[in-house]
């Protein structure tokens, strides 16, 4: 509809009012609708009504969501949850790494009693004993595999925490810290992975060969 | 035994204590007495300015400093430039021994290793023993 139409549109209204309601003085009534229009702030044009719609269903919908967050009670996810599979975690290293150094120990303590006994036996015995040395390397491999979860929990946590200032929660409740990106340099810091998983890893024979390739 | 000097220093790095001990064990067990640790870039670096060594054996993944920063910094050390670096590390991604390569690594073994694995690499970087 045409701005010119839309007045004739609304003068024809304002006309049917008067003619059904005659004591109705149209000057008091076009005061009354100046005096809305007038406490609206802005121009109220048909596109900034629907701005202002949009507007409003998009503040609806960030109430809604800022709920559905709440009940979810993300707070305890880094308060409680994250921290505490983190715990778990370093205790699970340090138990293995406590084990591992008691299993060296006993080892150890194997190969020096071998040095007494006759030198086949004492060969044997110092197989089994470096069969167990290069076993023992599981606590290194297992403690970067744990040290990786670590840091993705961390990243979790820090995602958690940005989602929650976003929507207003308290945001001071810092993720822990990642070292290893503040000491080394980006693209070093890119490098170290640790242990990789099947599909990614190349093998000794793979290494050897790539690195004949530089001769 | 011929051509290598048994009594050699050695200084391996690597920021588990564990994997020290057995680098350290199946050292010993190949005839290397006299091994030094450090537990990480930083320290190792400040040993090997102190004390003449002939053989680094490193990890990778260390903080403060890694082992790929000491061995660039082993490189770029005029006293230091020609001494063999090995490299013992779980980076196993194909990027990570260019790397090492580009940086001068003498010999690369991926974690986890066996004993014949590392005295294959020795030999190879020293000579046979």
Known sequence: MTDQAETNGHEQRLEALVSRYKDIDP???????????????????SVNLKVYGEIEALSRYIH????????????????????????ELEAIVGATEQATNSIMESVEAIEKEAETLPPEVAQRLTDSVTQVYEACGFQDITGQRITKV????THIEEKVNA??????????????????????????????NGPQSSEDAISQDDIDALLASFD | MAGVDMDMQILIVDDYKTMLRIIRNLLKQLGFNNVDEATDGAQALQKLRDKPYQLVISDWNMEPMSGLQLLKEVRTDTKLKDLPFVMITAESKSENVVAAKQAGVTNYIVKPFNAATLKNKLQ??????
């Open chain 1, 64 to 87: 809604s969501a800022r709920q559905e967050i709440a009940s979810l009670r993300p707070d305890e996810i880094t308060d409680e949850h994250i921290p505490a599979a983190g715990e």
């Open chain 1, 150 to 153: 670590i840091h993705c929990l």
């Open chain 1, 163 to 192: 989602l929650l200032e976003t929507f207003g929660e308290p945001g001071e409740r810092s993720a822990r810290e990642r070292k290893a990106n503040e000491t080394s340099g980006a693209a070093d810091a890119e490098l170290m």
């Open chain 2, 124 to 129: 190879a970087v020293l000579g046979a023993f």
């Open chain 1, 27 to 45: 000057d008091d009534l076009v005061n009354i609708v100046e005096g809305i229009i007038n406490t609206a702030q802005g121009d109220l044009s």
